[in-house]
């Protein structure tokens, strides 16, 4: 086992669990997780790979993971804890990584978790004129979007105009 | 006799133009084949023009934006009636070669003009590239003339084409300053490594960017006469002239594909790369060129 | 008199204009990875006379390649409208013609011929650089014959054009 890997253990409020030789995984509880990440970055994991979240539907709860990397030891970690799907919110996490900015500016739109700390965490970042659910979330139904909204192609032999080759 | 004058009058721009075109169809046709393929049909450039010309868009954004392109054709046409062709005086009795300088300005700044009345941060960006430029190649090409000038104690374009007539050519007298004027006259026409200018991928086409059809038409035939007369003045400074024009058209598309050869294998430079090396190196030749005329 | 004199003009701009074909170099999607092998000396396009330009305003052709989102379609409707008369749009790839493989997507419009008029479509995903020629070949047999008048149905049933696009776009 490697050293870093028993610094991350003790930690307080870190469950880790190794998968590969550089990958390991880190459960924390919701009220810990920003302390969780200032003490990973005193460890060491430097840069924030990405950030984002999983709709875990069945348990009615979201699961938001960061995946960080250290460059001296070359080592991944991802830090997860869950969160409750109705309201959901979480603090941002900018103040310790910087490009977790735009990350959350995305969670906010796609999932529709709030982020506390972020200035520009409700406005509209990639979707124009967007009226519906956020569209990542597991109970939005892009079948039933799609036929509402847009129109198929009829059968080749009822259109007739330019379709060529 | 005014027949007579009418004929030159048509038809020394015509004749202009053809050997311009004509070294287009070239240029296209020997690039092609510097990069292993065949290229265009050889008739290509003057298909181009007249696309644009049936083209059926009108777009103004003024008054200027039109007349740009006017004006930059007419100086062009002007122009070409200061620069001798083989046999024929035309009116180089009337300007010498410093009014020449003066009047050959008046196409980039018309065009310059056009292209910031179009209201295209691009066009502008473009516009201040090519000024820029200008301001480089001016300083090789006037110590260059100065060279010629005081070799030859003439300013007449006429006299000193005569001069050199009988194979004392001034390139191989002057080779220092034959080489800076080539070097000049790479960045007058825009070729390779000074076309920060016209760059397609970083500006869109400079000043070009919003002119389209009737325009970008009138704008491609400046561009002919500006080959040619780039070349013929070049010709005339360096090689002699000619006694006739078929030598006159083949001394011409000697030095082009000297230029092409150079123009497609070439980056292209920064703007302030170009004006620093515009000052550096051509200009030293220069120098040195004038103090030798000066000393002899 | 006029009036023959009017179609040999019409037979004789037609075939020149078919040679000059200027391409606009705008790669709204995926599949614009499959034009510089086009453009470059192996399958070279140059020798058609069509060249890549890059303003709206000095091109002919507009190629859309791959799908389209919303957002990307309000520019594409811009960039056509900003090009000169005679233009011609064709449609890339399968994502035009029946939304490909973003069919379920909540973004991507599914027909492009409901927004823009097209006169040619090329199927594929991606179209290798001989399927692209051919279609470039086809495009200037329509030229020739004067059928490809994508341009005048934009403006003849514009009201259609609009509605669909403001149904879309919001």
């Given at each position: 086992m490697k050293e870093i890997i028993e610094r991350v253990k003790r930690i307080s409020g870190a469950e880790v669990s190794v998968r590969r030789e550089n990958l390991i995984f880190v459960d924390v509880s919701r009220d810990k997780l920003i302390s969780m990440l200032y003490d990973m970055k005193l460890e060491g994991f430097n840069q924030l790979s990405i950030m984002s979240a999983v709709d875990r539907l069945e348990d009615n709860e979201f699961e938001i993971f960061y995946v960080l990397y250290n460059y001296r030891e070359k080592i991944n970690a991802v830090v997860r804890s869950r969160i409750e799907r109705e309201n959901a919110e979480i603090e941002t996490a900018e103040k310790i990584y910087p490009p977790a900015h735009t990350y959350e500016r995305e969670l906010t739109e796609m999932f529709g978790i709030k982020v506390l700390g972020n200035s520009e965490s409700g406005k509209p970042f990639i979707l124009e004129n967007w009226k519906d659910k956020p569209p990542m979330r597991k109970d939005f139904d892009s079948v039933r979007y799609v036929n509402s909204h847009y129109e198929f192609r009829h059968s080749a032999e009822e259109e007739t105009e330019g379709k060529n080759e | 006799m005014v027949g007579k004058e009418i004929l030159i009058a048509i038809g020394i721009p015509l004749l202009a133009f053809s050997i311009g075109i004509s070294l287009m169809m070239f240029r296209r046709k020997i690039a092609a084949r510097i990069q292993r393929r065949y290229g265009p049909n050889f008739i290509q450039p003057l298909i181009d023009i007249f696309k644009l010309l049936a083209k059926k868009g009108n777009i103004t954004h003024g008054i200027m934006y039109d007349l740009g392109p006017i004006i930059a054709l007419a100086a062009s046409i002007t122009v070409v009636f200061f620069i001798p062709m083989p046999g024929m005086k035309l009116m180089t009795g009337s300007a010498d070669v410093i009014a020449l300088l003066y009047i050959m300005v008046i196409g980039s700044l018309a065009t310059a003009l056009g292209a910031g009345e179009s209201a295209n941060p691009n066009s502008s960006i473009g516009v201040a590239r090519a000024l820029t430029l200008m301001l480089g190649y001016d300083l090789p090409f006037v110590i260059v003339i100065i060279t010629l000038v005081l070799k030859y104690h003439t300013t007449n374009l006429y006299a000193i084409m005569q001069a050199q007539?009988?194979?004392?050519?001034a390139m191989w007298v002057l080779p220092l300053s034959a080489i800076a004027g080539i070097i000049v006259t790479y960045g007058a026409l825009g070729e390779h490594p000074f076309d920060a200018a016209v760059a397609p991928n970083e500006v869109a086409t400079g000043p070009m960017a919003e002119y389209g059809g009737k325009h970008l038409g009138l704008l491609m035939i400046n561009h002919a006469f500006h080959i040619y007369i780039e070349l013929a003045l070049f010709v005339d400074l360096f090689m002699g002239g000619a006694s006739n024009i078929f030598y006159f058209y083949a001394k011409m598309f000697v030095i082009f594909v000297l230029i092409i050869f150079f123009d497609e294998v070439l980056p292209r430079f920064r703007i302030d790369d170009a004006v620093r090396f515009y000052w550096r190196w051509p200009t030293i030749l220069a120098l040195i060129g004038l103090i030798i005329v000066l000393v002899k | 008199m006029d009036k023959m004199t009017e179609e040999q003009y019409r037979a004789i701009s037609n075939m020149l204009r078919k040679r000059s074909l200027w391409m606009l170099h705008y790669c709204t999607g995926c599949g614009a990875m499959e034009l510089p092998p086009t453009m470059t000396s192996r399958y070279d396009m140059e020798r058609f006379g069509i060249v890549p330009y890059v303003t709206p305003r000095q091109a002919d052709i507009l190629l859309v390649t791959g799908y389209v989102n919303t957002k990307t379609l309000r520019r594409i409707v811009t960039v056509y409208e900003q090009m000169l008369d005679p233009k011609y749009v064709i449609g890339f790839g399968s994502c035009p013609i029946n939304g490909g493989v973003y069919w379920d997507s909540y973004s991507v419009i599914k027909q492009l011929d409901k927004y823009i008029p097209v006169d040619l479509y090329i199927a594929g995903c991606m179209p290798r650089p001989e399927a692209i020629i051919t279609a470039f070949r086809h495009l200037m047999d329509l030229v020739d014959k004067g059928k490809a008048d994508g341009y005048r149905r934009y403006k003849e049933n514009l009201d259609y054009y609009k509605k669909n696009q403001r149904k879309v776009l919001g």
């Open positions: - | 007539a009988g194979g004392s050519w | -």
